[in-house]
């Protein structure tokens, strides 16, 4: 059933342009009940889940490299299953009408489907190189979700650029997963959760921590490499919501979830985890005041709360995993309602620029109702899911076991300029008068209202449901982080604790900021040339050099011309190879020559004959004639030493070749000397070093046997299993036909290419 | 270039270097020859016909593109491969059926001659397309 669940994504991708013209404006409709079905299905699995049983299904892929589609379906995996199939659904109902009158609707739900089928597939699997590859087709698919809308140069360059930012970071975690593999002897996270304390007194502990750590850092956009997210507003509103916010940018803090009961819990980790966290947190949330674009402003939000989850994953204790847990739900929650809202305001009035934007809340009454649910959860106020996460989060920073005033003072700010932000966003475009600039609009659609308002209501409803939500969804989540069973009690009221007092000293500090927000911006702008020697301009520093060595290289080595191809593949096996023939300090004579025949030695001496008069000859035809006779001699040899079938294409090849040669020639110009002295010289020393090292390669064969001959393999098998008795062909078409088919098709390809070249360029000349 | 000569010399070869062609084709499993050989026997045939008759001519007596000889050859020869993953073995495997006819004695008949036939195509499809193409340039 989990491997359906995971693969019905990707088929329903491959339909889902059909299923939207078919469907026409009920597409959306169909196209969501996958992910409907979906979230039903894990909401039941969630609530039947065996706490203190291992749920994992294996299905082998590739078992030569031990690559299993294994599933591991705990606490963990099903909050994200829930998540994703959940505000997959909204998501697609409301893409529906935001992109209503977009040609390319039905491509979009194919990338979407996509995108959420490997979603599903990385949170679910069990096998590490299973993971790395959803892990990849999620970075694959935001690519192509950022650059929907190609015709624009800035969507395909922030989709490039997040592109490689997250495939570096992949390739890190690659490597990294490749070595946890290796020094835990097994490829399955399950199994690793044994392995705690032999992983980490391992010799390859430090590498795997850092590469892992690279890679979840730049998928879920932690400073230095959270450049990509906000450039990647340049996606559908609907896109951001879903993978820029609630989904894809936490599959960092999944691996960080799932990996701190396997790798956490040392120095390393837990300070890398926090720094890292915090200082993402702080910065990114007051990046966030600086921006105008509501888009912008809200993927700063999303990078500030990912550090903090960072940073509570870092901190590590039970408290900070249980607040971290929550506070992903929470932030899944009012940010995604509060990008649905952002798109349904720009969708109405065409603008983002919170600056331009008042007075919406008497036009847009439940678009605005939405926001400032989703603001209210995002500021923390009492009885929201916010205020809980936020809660969580300061018992566990105080109670942290390391650098306890320095992370409750960050977590503190941090807070407040959430309470900020949320009032910019959430209540500013809606609030006072209306700008005279603004359009008069009316109320978004039904479908754009619709998914904000679950969301944000969601999070008021798991607010006043907190003690169920901890027991039956973060109660299996935190217990999967933790490695051992945990009862969660969540509760609205903590009684007047120091977590309290810190929360209305946010709140007052927050409605501060906001309040002087106006004069803060202009200081922070003021500021905004730091940027200049960010992390994003060593992106464009190493993007152009890449360019300029490739632009280099390319003129280094693709002239255009086929003699330097030639010189230049032949010098460079005469390097190569001569030079490890000379380090091996061997010396292969070529035998004394007394066995040789003298018709052997005759028609040696005709080939070298025709070799001199190829390059001595005056005309071309003289020289295609000559090399005929060259090719006719060496097949000759063929004959002597018992090679019949080479022999026979040779010739055939030799005939073929001169017709080719003629036709060739027919076209270029008709000048006898084209090269001067110089070159000439330097193509007889390439000329004679390559024949030089074929004469020494022949006599290291002759002299030297490093493995047995396969000849007496072939031959006895030959007849008894493939009932040949020409044992060259029956190598051909069936012992290593595998070879030849890619060789037959190779020689398809060039023959197509050489196909297309000349027609084109009887196109381009015009009449030939 | 007309010469009487080569075209009625080559009317002769044609048919003669065709057949020839087929006989490399299926001698090859027991004795030198095979699909690639063969192949090249049609290509040095037609190309021999498009020398005397003109390249118009060449195509015609071919009746397909080159184009088709090569995608209905590379079929072949993957498609006899997929034989035996039908039957749950590795790709490529080698599948044979044989015949006891009279006169003739045991035939066996197998995957592996199928994927000859793909190469004994793919090769003269490639060779005539670049050959033909250069010569209508």
């Not at chain 1, 966290?277 to 700063?300: C, E, F, H, N, P």
């Amino acid at each position: 059933m989990i491997l359906l669940a995971v693969l019905s994504g990707f088929a329903l991708a491959l339909i889902a342009p059909w299923v939207q013209r078919l469907g026409g404006g009920r597409g959306a409709w169909v196209i969501s009940l996958l992910p409907l079905g979906l979230f039903l299905f894990f909401g039941h699995h969630l609530l039947t889940l065996d706490p203190n049983a291992v749920h994992t299904v294996t299905y082998d892929w590739i078992p030569s490299l031990g690559i299993r589609l294994s599933f591991y379906v705990d606490g963990l995996s099903l909050l994200f299953a829930l998540l994703i199939s959940g505000i997959g659904t909204l998501v697609v109902v409301y893409a529906g009408v935001y992109l209503a009158d977009h040609p390319h609707r039905g491509r979009f739900y194919a990338y979407f489907m996509m995108f959420m089928a490997a979603m599903l597939g990385l949170v679910l699997t069990d096998n590490i190189l299973t993971l790395y590859v959803f892990w990849e087709l999620t970075s694959l698919s935001s690519y192509l979700l950022i650059g929907f809308e190609h015709e624009r140069a800035e969507a395909r360059a922030a989709a490039w650029q997040a592109l490689l930012v997250t495939t570096a970071g992949g390739l890190a975690l690659l490597a990294g997963l490749i070595l946890l593999g290796q020094a835990g002897e097994v490829g399955e996270f399950s199994a690793l959760l044994t392995r705690h304390e032999m992983l980490l007194d391992h010799v390859l502990y430090v590498p795997i921590v850092l590469l892992l750590l690279i890679g979840a850092f730049t998928k879920s956009a932690q400073m230095p490499f959270h450049f990509w997210l906000p450039n990647a507003m340049e996606a559908p509103t609907p896109v951001s919501a879903y993978l820029h916010s609630a989904t894809m940018v936490k599959a960092g803090i999944y691996l960080l979830a799932r990996c701190s009961p396997i790798l956490g819990g040392t120095t390393l980790w837990q300070s890398s985890l926090t720094i890292v966290g915090s200082v993402t947190m702080l910065v990114s949330a007051y990046i966030a005041l600086q921006q105008t674009d509501l888009k912008r402003i809200l993927a700063y939000a999303t990078i500030s709360a990912l550090g903090l989850m960072t940073l509570l994953l870092g901190v590590g204790t039970s408290a900070a995993v249980k607040a971290a847990i929550v506070y992903l739900l929470v932030h899944a929650l009012y940010k995604g309602a509060l990008f649905l809202v952002a798109g349904a305001v720009d969708h109405e009035t065409g603008r983002r620029d919170v600056t331009q934007l008042g007075g919406l809340g008497r036009l847009m009454p439940l678009t605005a109702l939405a926001a400032v649910l989703a603001a209210l959860s995002m500021a923390g106020i009492l009885p929201f899911l916010g205020f809980i996460g936020k809660e969580l989060a300061y018992e566990a920073v105080l109670e942290a076991p390391f650098w306890t005033g320095v992370l409750s003072s960050a977590t503190v700010v941090a807070n407040m300029l959430f309470v900020a932000v949320a009032g910019i966003v959430g209540l500013r475009p809606f609030l006072g008068r209306r700008p005279t600039t603004l359009p008069n609009t009316h109320e978004a659609p039904f479908l754009m209202w619709l998914g904000p308002l679950v969301l944000a209501g969601a999070g008021l409803g798991a607010g006043l449901q907190s003690t169920w939500l901890g027991e039956v969804l973060v109660a299996p989540a935190v217990t999967a982080v933790q490695g051992h069973a945990v009862t969660v009690e969540l509760a609205l009221w903590h009684g007047w604790n120091l977590a309290l007092w810190l929360s209305i000293v946010t709140l007052v500090g927050g409605v501060v900021i906001y309040a002087g927000g106006g004069t803060l911006r202009q200081a922070a702008v003021r500021w905004k040339g730091v940027a200049r020697w960010g992390p994003e301009s060593g992106y464009d520093l190493g993007l152009r050099a890449l360019q300029a060595v490739a632009w280099g290289q390319t003129r280094l080595l693709q002239s255009g011309y086929l003699r330097y191809y030639v010189l230049l593949s032949m010098a460079t096996l005469v390097g190569l190879v001569g030079l490890t023939l000379l380090q091996r300090g061997e010396v292969y004579g070529l035998g004394n020559g007394s066995d040789v025949q003298f018709y052997e030695a005759w028609l040696a001496g005709l080939i070298l004959l025709a070799s001199l008069a190829t390059v001595r000859a005056r005309s071309r035809l003289g020289a295609v004639a000559a090399l005929g006779v060259v090719g006719y001699g060496v097949a000759l040899m063929f004959v002597l030493f018992g090679a019949p079938d080479l022999a026979m294409t040779q010739f055939l090849v030799e005939s073929l070749t001169v017709i080719l040669f003629v036709l060739v020639f027919y076209h270029l110009p008709d000048t006898t000397t084209m090269s001067n002295r110089a070159s000439r010289l330097r193509d007889l020393v390439v000329a004679t070093a390559v024949g030089g090292l074929m004469a020494a390669l022949v006599g290291l064969m002759h002299q030297v046997q490093w493995y047995a001959s396969i000849s007496d393999y072939f031959a006895e098998h030959s007849l008894e299993q493939a009932h040949g008795r020409n044992i060259v062909n029956v190598i051909l078409v069936d012992f290593r036909s595998l070879d030849t088919l890619g060789e037959i098709t190779v020689l398809a390809v060039a023959g197509l290419g050489v196909y297309a070249l000349i027609k084109l360029r009887l196109k381009r000349g015009g009449e030939p | 270039m007309t010469s009487l000569i080569l075209r009625t010399a080559t009317r002769f070869l044609m048919s003669l270097l065709l057949l020839f062609s087929i006989f490399v084709l299926f001698s090859g499993h027991n004795a030198p020859g095979g699909g690639f050989a063969g192949g090249l026997v049609v290509a040095a045939a037609l190309a021999l016909y498009a020398i005397a008759f003109g390249v118009e001519s060449a195509y015609q007596a071919l009746s397909v593109q080159p184009q088709t000889l090569i995608g209905t050859g590379l079929l072949l020869a993957s498609g006899s491969g997929v034989v035996s993953l039908l039957l749950g073995q590795p790709f490529m495997t080698g599948q044979w059926v044989s015949w006891h006819i009279a006169g003739l004695g045991e035939v066996a008949l197998g995957t592996p001659v199928v994927f000859d036939i793909g190469v004994y195509l793919v090769v003269p499809g490639v060779m005539l397309l670049i050959i033909l193409s250069l010569a209508e340039a």
